[in-house]
């Protein structure tokens, strides 16, 4: 069986945060996030696939992809 868009996109991140020993750098969830919010916004993931990646990631205070996503 051929992997989903969000499975494919989970083992990427899980990955990832392995290649950086289990914690991922900000600056690389930046990228992530900003990655995962255009897979949202071009219909690749559903909103759900896209909360439970983003859960996946290292929560960034005041997170510029966020604001930019979501509007200012």
Do not use: S
């Amino acid at each position: 069986m051929t992997e989903t868009i969000p499975q494919e996109l989970e083992k990427r991140l899980r990955q990832e945060a392995a290649h950086h020993g289990g914690a991922m750098p900000e600056r690389t969830a930046l990228v992530w996030h900003g990655y995962l919010a255009a897979c949202l916004e071009r219909g690749l993931i559903e909103i759900e696939a896209y909360r439970q990646l983003v859960a996946q990631l290292p929560v960034i205070p005041d997170n510029p992809v966020e604001h930019l996503f979501l509007g200012r």
